[in-house]
């Protein structure tokens, strides 16, 4: 298929909680090919449920997203001698392991649960100033930003109070349609910050995840600073950002599905399996997956050329009927856990026990505690990031 015959790929939903027209039709029938991107480049698509976890899973696939073929909705490309910090999400064996291995015991459902009071207690607080404020306010500011954030500084160990700043420059870099000029400056700038940090955390380690790192790695041997840089950097950014953008959107998916909230609202035990299903119906990150076939791999039918990049459809993915029976009907009581929302094999979210507590709490604890919410503005007013790696809301203006 030529540059001139390849489907440019739709980027922007035309519905706000489904993938575009095009990713489902894709998905119908042609669940392997190949487009063209934004940016300008061609890549392969996988939108079927099953060729999607062998993307993910088949080692014949890369993560590595310095290889110069590897897919950016920009055209952008990560030079091999890039000066940023490597992330874990990017390594492939036998790197990725003992990374990933170094860090997974902090992310463990026991640990998690042990954090519930903790984040119990913030999200109460920020309920409290909602509350006791004016209205009607902005849930995406007052709440979904704020809890995620709060979690994942104390977590790390990184001061709240900086937070402001890595906000405003994780928003940047996930950002399509800024320069690569404007990226590399915002993934500098959070780069020197957490330099220095780590820094003064290798000097006086503290009691967190940060801390505990340099510890363990010192009494192995000698401090890895570049490791510990490129963890906090893709943790910091994740560990909120994700977090943040589902409360907000899943917030807005409840009030406008009522028989849904109306069901959370009596049995509270609900919450995880209506926490499946927001994750599933939305798959924020769609666009953050990407890989490279190292060989020529044979996938539904299709052999994908070697040295092609790939990127995985999961919001078509998770809207497989051979997977899922009515996909595109919200249904809370639905078992949704094999979705694909957080990614699939090695590489899927290490942070995934967190982000289903912090849900969990989040909408329980909203929606008791303020029965009366409901949208401030009509629904059609709403905007939504259209051009960001990872979908979500600008503002969610509530009262009650």
């Known amino acids: 298929m030529t540059t001139e015959s390849a489907e440019t790929l739709q980027i922007a939903r035309t519905c706000p909680y489904a993938p575009p027209e095009q990713h489902l039709r894709l998905l119908r029938e042609q669940p392997v090919t190949k487009v063209a991107l934004p940016g300008g480049s061609e890549a392969w698509v996988a939108a079927r449920y099953q060729d999607i976890r062998t993307v993910l899973s088949d080692p014949r696939f890369s993560a590595n997203r310095r290889l110069p073929s590897s897919p950016r909705l920009n055209g952008e490309v990560i030079p091999g001698d890039s000066p940023l910090p490597k992330m874990m999400l990017e390594m492939d064996p036998p790197e990725h392991g003992p990374v990933r291995r170094a860090v997974v015991g902090e992310f463990t459902v026991r640990r998690m649960a042990a954090l519930r009071p903790r984040i119990q207690q913030i999200v109460d607080e920020h309920l409290d100033a909602m509350l006791d404020g004016p209205r009607p306010v902005d849930l995406v500011r007052a709440l979904a930003l704020p809890v995620p954030s709060l979690v994942i500084c104390e977590l790390l160990g990184v001061p709240y109070e900086d937070h402001d700043f890595f906000q405003a420059n994780s928003a940047q870099l996930l950002d399509h349609q800024i320069t690569p000029q404007e990226r590399q400056h915002a993934s500098l700038e959070i780069a020197i910050y957490l330099d220095k940090l780590i820094t003064a955390k290798e000097e006086d380690p503290t009691d967190d995840l940060l801390g505990r790192q340099v510890i ?41 599905h009522p028989e849904a909230l109306d069901a959370l609202r009596a049995d509270p035990a609900k919450a995880p399996g209506a926490v499946e299903e927001l994750l599933r119906h939305f798959t924020i990150a769609e666009f953050a997956i990407a890989r490279v076939a190292m060989e020529d791999v044979e996938l539904g039918g299709t052999v994908i050329p070697a040295g092609s990049g790939v990127l995985t459809l999961a919001n078509a993915g998770n809207r497989d009927p051979e997977v899922f029976e009515d996909a595109e009907t919200f249904d809370i009581e639905r078992d949704a856990r094999s979705h694909l929302a957080f990614g699939f094999g090695p590489h899927q979210c ?28 009509p629904a059609e007013q709403l905007t939504f990031k259209d051009h960001s790696t990872v979908y979500g809301m600008h503002e969610l203006p509530v009262t009650w």
């Open 216 to 256: 363990k790695q010192r009494e192995s041997g000698e401090v890895d600073h570049a490791s510990l840089l490129s963890l906090a950097f893709l943790l910091l950014i994740a560990g909120h950002e994700t977090t943040a953008n589902m409360i907000s959107l899943g917030t807005y998916m409840l009030l406008e």
């Open 350 to 377: 290490l942070g995934q026990s967190l982000a289903r507590v912090e849900l969990e709490i989040v909408f329980n604890s909203l929606f008791q505690r303020i029965p009366g919410l409901r949208l401030a503005v």
